[in-house]
């Protein structure tokens, strides 16, 4: 079946300009995940959908980002007024269920590779 | 807090030899699970191998396969007759019971496979 799609793929802007950043997740999978990956690190945490239950936005750097999920599947995070440390990759992924089986496997998009310049 | 550490940035190996990379994590917690994500130039993070904290075997996938030490903290994946494709950064990732499934990772190895 199809895997965890993103797009765009790349994204360049200026900055004070907001992005939008779309993932469509596995078909079924009720968990999904927003990570960010800047340049020589890890991924970071930033956002969680489970099901219809109130997404966990502890991850979210700051208050220009925020994300939602529209009919438990596609997921749009948003970033406004960008910033030039915004620049990374953004990867989202899906799971079956979430943290309600430790142990699930993530599978995660391309990403979208965001420019601020 | 968590936390997961690779100590190596890059590392490099002959095809067809053997390499391993390291991994250390820091938590109070009892039940986890430990990952290691192969990320190629493509981006596409891939699963290579998970581990159950509770299971005292190591795990293993075909050419893959980790030395866990819960009382050190350590997971190590070894990777056997190491092949040009497995040119590819590899993330440690760890993952805890009554969080929400989020995985913490560590900031990754790169490594280059040369023929």
């Known amino acids: 079946g199809a895997g965890v799609s993103q797009s765009p793929s790349n994204k360049v802007t200026e900055k004070g300009k907001d992005v939008e950043l779309r993932c469509d997740p596995i078909?079924?999978?009720?968990?999904l995940y927003w990570y960010r990956q800047s340049l020589g690190q890890g991924l970071e945490f930033l956002i969680y959908?489970?099901?219809?239950?109130?997404?966990?936005k502890s991850g979210l750097p700051s208050d220009r980002f925020s994300a939602e999920r529209t009919g438990g599947s596609v997921s749009t995070l948003t970033i406004q007024r960008t910033q030039q440390e915004d620049s990374a990759v953004y990867l989202c992924?899906?799971?079956?269920?979430?943290?309600?089986?430790?142990?699930?496997?993530?599978?995660f998009g391309p990403g979208t590779r965001l420019t601020v310049l | 807090a968590q936390t997961v550490t690779q100590s190596q940035p890059e590392m490099s190996v002959q095809e067809a030899e053997t390499v391993t990379l390291s991994c250390t994590y820091d938590?109070?917690?009892?039940?986890?699970?430990l990952f290691w994500y192969k990320q190629p130039p493509s981006r596409q993070m891939i699963l290579v191998i998970r581990?159950?904290?509770?299971?005292?075997q190591n795990a293993t996938e075909n050419r893959f396969s980790v030395n866990f030490q819960k009382a050190a903290k350590s997971f190590s994946l070894k990777i056997s007759d190491s092949q040009l494709g497995d040119t590819a950064m590899y993330f440690c990732?760890?993952?805890?019971?009554?969080?929400?499934?989020?995985?913490?990772f560590g900031k990754g190895t790169k490594l280059s496979v040369k023929p």
């Open positions: 078909s079924g999978h009720t968990a």
């Open positions: 992924a899906s799971s079956l269920n979430g943290g309600a089986t430790l142990g699930n496997e993530q599978f």
């Open positions: 581990q159950e904290a509770y299971k005292q």
């Open positions: 959908f489970q099901g219809n239950s109130a997404p966990d």
């Open positions: 938590t109070s917690e009892s039940n986890y699970y």
């Open positions: 990732a760890f993952m805890y019971g009554g969080s929400q499934g989020n995985l913490i």
